[in-house]
């Protein structure tokens, strides 16, 4: 069923920049889902950003690394293939399906794990110094709630 064009979906890369129009347009939140899978969506985004000019400057040189790698191996596909089949279109579940049957689907225990890990980055883990560092160097070494690498995200573009 095709979309309204005015009709703008909660979670979604156009729902957030309709949203917040007055802003640099961001990748959506490390905890959005697409079919079960944390922070597939976002890569997504910065790959759709990245590829329309308006990823900010600073996302740049770590396009493909860090979390993306992470993502981008539980699947079983290369970042670059990922990058060819995103800007082909389609929608976040259909890239999904796509690094599926390309590279491998996760287990049910393979998604619990990886969303649990991912969600708790940083958290009492080999992470959690540069953790400490990223909060110092924006400013947030005050927020002592923030335990997790989701959450600094989350911080550091406006969502928390």
Known sequence: MARLPFVRQPDTLEWFIFNNCMTAPLPRSPHSKVNGLVYF??????????????LPQDYVANLGE????????LLGVEYPAVVERTLQG?????????????????????????NDFM???????VASARLQE?????????????????DFIDL????L
């Open 41 to 54: 969506g976002r890569l997504l985004d910065k790959i759709r950003l990245h590829a329309g000019g308006a």
């Open 66 to 73: 860090a979390f993306d790698l992470r993502c981008v191996r």
């Open 90 to 114: 389609g929608s976040d579940e259909e890239v999904l399906e796509w690094c599926c049957q390309a590279g491998r689907r996760p287990t049910e225990e393979e998604l619990e794990v990886w």
């Open 119 to 125: 969600r708790k980055r940083g958290w009492n883990d």
């Open 134 to 150: 990223r909060l110092a160097e924006g400013g947030f070494q005050s927020r002592t709630d923030i335990q997790t690498f989701f």
């Open 156 to 159: 550091d573009e406006g969502r």
